[in-house]
């Protein structure tokens, strides 16, 4: 049953008349979704990202292009990625999906556990959204921030490799799912974590070695058959192995397989995460 609230009046002597009640969901006067509130918290996680540019934007772009630059002398083109690939045409797309596996996980991690660090976790719970608008919000902002993120290092990448993007569309729908996918667990995180020393924790040992071992350098059919079966545990396989289908036209897995498993993810993260917020876990202690 809904909860109903007393309608108070400013003037003490009105309150001694009692009011009619009104049921608490009827105080959102915003319609089903509060769109300005929706629209000010995902600009405000847009603009908080666009204003460390250096941090955001160009050190992924480097930190990419330093990788292509170590493999390139190392490898130079007598290694092949799969099949008649180049390496180095094999080995971009895993590059510009890799940096934005941990942008959009950053964005949206660090949006809660700085308010919390500052104390100013309030100013993010108090307005008038709902558990599903509030992580909307910040899952949008990071999923803005690893389609920025692509573009860049893509963009930087291009003049030492020239690949080409035979099929855009399933690049697209790859990068936007990924993107989702980490926001969302960075929402989860930034909620369970208390300090940033717990946000480093699952960084250093969950986040990276499941991006570095999920086929960024290499192919998976090249690995021994035990561990082939392993990697097909590892959600940021399919990530990055859709996306460079989108490059190449050639991949690990069967590609509908790929996206069954990310969105059967998104629908399990985004319940979780939902049932965090709207229970208040960790965030009304």
Known sequence: MTPEIPIMSSDPALNETPLPYRPRNELRDFGAINTLGLWTLYTKEVQRFLKLWIQSMAAPAMISLLFLMVFSLVMGDRSRGTGDIPFLQFLAPGLIMMAVIQNSFQNSTTTLIVSKHQGNIFDVLMPPLTAGELMLGIALGGITRGLI?????????????????????????????????????????????????????????????????????????????????????????????????????????????????????????????????????????
Not at 189 to 194: C, L, T
Not at 228 to 251: E, L
Not at 266 to 277: A, R
């Open 149 to 285: 993120v692509a573009t860049v290092v893509g963009l930087v990448l291009f003049p030492f490799v020239h690949y080409s993007i035979g099929a855009p569309l399933v690049s697209l729908v790859f990068v936007i799912l990924a993107t989702s996918t980490l926001s969302i667990i960075g929402v989860m995180v930034g909620i369970w974590a208390n300090k940033f020393d717990d946000v480093a924790t699952i960084t250093n040992f969950i986040v990276t070695p499941l991006a570095f071992l999920s086929g960024t350098f290499y192919s998976v059919e090249r690995l021994p058959s035990a561990i082939q079966v392993a990697s097909n545990f590892n959600p940021f396989f399919y990530m990055i192995d859709g996306f460079r289908y989108g490059f190449i036209g050639q991949s690990d897995s069967p590609v509908w397989l790929g996206l069954l498993v990310l969105f059967g993810l998104n629908i399990v993260l985004w319940t979780t995460c939902y049932f965090m917020l709207a229970t208040g876990f960790k965030l009304k202690d």
